[in-house]
């Protein structure tokens, strides 16, 4: 059905020599060699640096280099402490943070409590997670050089699953002249205390980004686990190289021209398999939601008659087929919180998971005033993981009625053109897709794009007081039955509103060379500290 998907000889030819000259240029650097250097090939291309201005993956990889957190998450879901320990009233309304000893940012000068305090507010300003534990904050200052004070108005459960989570957005610290850039604007520079240095001089978005390790990070004595323990840096320098398509990337780490690569082609997995140098293993063992986000600013989604029209069209097996195309690496699941979970339920899900909807959808798109308005959807080429997923739903719609105008673009484009609330005539855009760990949609308040905040909210800026209503109810019950039944009551009103359409979860295995060793799984992959590397 999706034969239009395979690319033609000279797409193909065209990407494999921009790859080519991508890595020969990272080749070429005069210090690519210096000391032990692992060499990647990422999900994306990084270009937006700022892992608070988005929720893009690569950019919290990015941010898990430079940046470390007050708190962590181990693989055990305990929140551990990371930059800082803590302590909780009898009461449970203060909250107080204590910076360990020895943490420096990367231009020397030593992390201070004030810091902390600018770059909680700014991460909260923006995230789900965190704009709900403001709610419950009555303040939060320094009261001394190492010491942050959070209190309460009320008891509120989730202050240290919030500060800890692992995955995007994520409360990263940084100095507070960087911290007090509005969240909606990039910050100037990359100063962390993390375990790596942001190499700005080698810097090229489309080319490659470059890391070395931090002489002066001071790691926990703790083992490594998921994004907490000791963050021991066993490499000088870490290359991610773009390479935008598969096969050039896949032949380039049969050759151990690059050290690892994190998203393995699924076509490709037997020939990998069968390399004995290559260890294949799927690092986030909880997988991913892939997901379809509309705008509810413009038409024609600010109609709910034709967001639900839209929903009918688009089922889950076309998509997932299409995206992977392996039953081992694939579920269908119209569960918003992640299936096999507390959470779980089908609510709402029938025709997606059924795939029973078309003939619906043409009567519901009749009936809804749909006037012919195109919809506009970026459609990213570079990313395996979003290739299939607006091109499947693109014809869908188009059989459901409606039109469609499919724009080609990349990942990193999407990325910053999603942000705008601008008229898909001037630059803006009616649909996009995604994908969430499953860390990052397992619950109401940690799934970001559950929200009904309006333009406070995620992308798309969708607006439901109801939703909001629920959220609240959600975390002010510690009842497993309770939030259970206020979880499916979220669904069915996210359903009914098209909040977003899940499309379904898959697994995506990685790869690396078996001269590496120590690669870390977790919700928040890949991760380079605690890897070494045999010459």
């Given at each position: 059905?999706?034969?239009?998907?395979?690319?033609?000889?000279?797409a193909?030819?065209?990407k494999?020599?921009l790859?080519v000259?991508?890595?020969?240029?990272?080749?070429?650097?005069?210090?690519?060699?210096?000391?032990?250097?692992?060499?990647?090939?990422?999900?994306s291309?990084?270009?937006?640096?700022?892992?608070?201005?988005?929720?893009?993956?690569?950019?919290?990889d990015?941010?898990?280099m430079?940046?470390?957190?007050?708190?962590?998450?181990?693989?055990?879901f305990?929140?551990?402490?990371?930059?800082a320990?803590w302590?909780?009233s009898?009461?449970k309304?203060?909250?107080?943070?204590?910076?360990?000893?020895?943490?420096?940012?990367?231009?020397?000068?030593?992390?201070?409590?004030?810091?902390?305090?600018?770059?909680?507010?700014?991460?909260a300003?923006v995230?789900?997670?965190g704009?709900?534990?403001?709610d419950?904050?009555?303040s939060i200052?320094?009261t001394?050089?190492?010491?942050?004070?959070l209190?309460?108005?009320?008891p509120?459960g989730?202050?240290?699953?919030s500060?800890?989570?692992?995955?995007?957005?994520?409360?990263?610290m940084?100095?507070?002249?960087?911290?007090?850039?509005?969240?909606?604007k990039?910050i100037?520079?990359?100063?962390g205390?993390?375990p790596?240095?942001?190499?700005?001089?080698?810097?090229?978005?489309?080319?490659k980004?470059?890391?070395?390790?931090?002489t002066d990070y001071?790691?926990?004595?703790?083992?490594?686990?998921?994004?907490?323990?000791?963050?021991?840096?066993?490499v000088?320098?870490?290359?991610?190289?773009?390479?935008?398509d598969?096969?050039?990337?896949?032949?380039?780490?049969?050759?151990g021209?690059?050290?690892?690569?994190?998203?393995?082609?699924?076509d490709?997995l037997?020939?990998?398999?069968?390399?004995?140098?290559?260890?294949?293993?799927?690092?986030?063992?909880?997988?991913?939601?892939t997901?379809?986000?509309?705008?509810?600013?413009?038409?024609?989604?600010?109609?709910?008659?034709v967001?639900?029209?839209a929903?009918?069209?688009i089922?889950?097996?076309?998509?997932?087929d299409?995206?992977?195309g392996?039953?081992?690496?694939?579920?269908?699941?119209g569960?918003?919180f992640?299936?096999?979970t507390?959470l779980?339920?089908?609510?709402?899900?029938?025709?997606?998971?059924?795939?029973n909807?078309?003939?619906?959808?043409?009567?519901?798109?009749?009936e809804?005033?749909?006037?012919g308005?195109?919809?506009v959807?970026?459609?990213?080429?570079?990313?395996?993981?979003?290739?299939?997923?607006?091109?499947?739903?693109?014809?869908?719609?188009?059989e459901?009625g409606?039109?469609?105008d499919?724009?080609?673009?990349?990942?990193?484009t999407?990325?910053?053109?999603r942000?705008?609330?601008?008229?898909?005539?001037?630059?803006g855009?009616?649909?996009?897709?995604?994908?969430?760990?499953?860390?990052?949609v397992?619950?109401?308040?940690?799934?970001?794009?559950?929200?009904?905040?309006g333009?406070?909210?995620?992308?798309?800026?969708?607006?439901?007081?109801?939703?909001?209503q629920?959220?609240?109810?959600?975390?002010?019950?510690?009842?497993?039955?309770e939030?259970?039944?206020?979880?499916?009551?979220?669904?069915?009103?996210?359903?009914?509103?098209?909040?977003?359409?899940?499309?379904?979860?898959?697994?995506?295995?990685?790869?690396?060379?078996?001269?590496?060793t120590?690669?870390?799984?977790?919700p928040?992959?890949?991760?380079?500290w605690?890897?070494d590397?045999?010459?």
């Open positions: 059905m999706f034969n239009f998907l395979r690319r033609g000889p000279r193909f030819a065209s494999l020599a790859s000259v991508a890595l020969s240029t990272a080749m070429a650097s005069p210090v690519f060699a210096a000391g032990k250097t692992i060499t990647a090939v990422l999900h291309d990084l270009r937006i640096i700022d892992p608070i201005f988005t929720t893009a993956y690569i950019t919290r990015h941010g898990y430079v940046y470390d957190t007050l708190v962590a998450t181990d693989s055990n305990k929140v551990q402490p990371q930059m320990d302590k909780i009898d009461d309304l203060t909250y107080t943070f204590t910076l360990r000893d020895g943490l420096k940012w990367h231009d020397g000068a030593p992390v201070t409590a004030e810091d902390c305090v600018a770059s909680l507010k700014r991460w300003a995230d789900g997670m704009q709900k534990l403001m419950f904050t009555a200052e320094a001394d050089a190492k010491t942050i004070t209190k309460l108005k009320e509120y989730l202050v240290l699953d500060i800890g989570k692992p995955s995007s957005r994520v409360a990263f940084m100095p507070k002249r960087l911290a007090e850039t509005p969240a909606d990039q100037p520079e990359q100063i205390s993390g790596f240095k942001f190499v700005a001089s080698e810097f090229q978005p489309g080319v980004a470059v890391y070395v390790k931090n001071v790691p926990r004595k703790e083992p490594a686990s998921w994004t907490s323990g000791g963050k021991v840096v066993k000088d320098r870490v290359e991610w190289i773009t390479m935008p598969s096969q050039t990337a896949v032949n380039a780490l049969q050759s021209d690059i050290d690892f690569m994190e998203n393995l082609p699924f490709m037997p020939v990998l398999e069968a390399n004995k140098e290559l260890k294949i293993e799927t690092l986030n063992k909880f997988g991913f939601q997901l379809g986000r509309m705008n509810f600013l413009h038409p024609p989604f600010d109609n709910v008659k967001r639900r029209a929903l009918l069209a089922n889950q097996k076309d998509v997932l299409a995206l992977v392996n039953a081992k690496y694939q579920k269908i699941c569960a918003f992640v299936c096999d507390p779980a339920t089908d609510v709402g899900s029938e025709t997606l998971v059924k795939g909807g078309m003939a619906e959808a043409k009567k519901a798109l009749a809804s005033g749909y006037d308005t195109p919809i959807i970026m459609a990213p080429g570079d990313v395996t993981t979003l290739k299939a997923q607006p091109i499947v739903a693109a014809q869908l719609l188009r459901a409606f039109k469609v499919l724009q080609a673009t990349d990942w990193q999407v990325v910053s053109r942000a705008s609330q601008k008229p898909p005539k001037e630059g855009w009616n649909m996009f897709f995604t994908n969430w760990v499953a860390a990052d397992s619950n109401p308040i940690a799934n970001l794009s559950i929200g009904g905040q333009k406070k909210g995620w992308f798309g800026w969708a607006e439901d007081a109801k939703i909001e629920l959220k609240d109810a959600f975390v002010r019950t510690s009842s497993l039955d939030q259970k039944k206020i979880a499916a009551d979220i669904q069915k009103q996210a359903y009914e509103q098209v909040i977003y359409i899940p499309l379904g979860q898959y697994l995506l295995p990685s790869g690396w060379r078996k001269s590496l120590g690669v870390l799984d977790g928040a992959t890949p991760v380079f605690n890897i590397k045999t010459e």
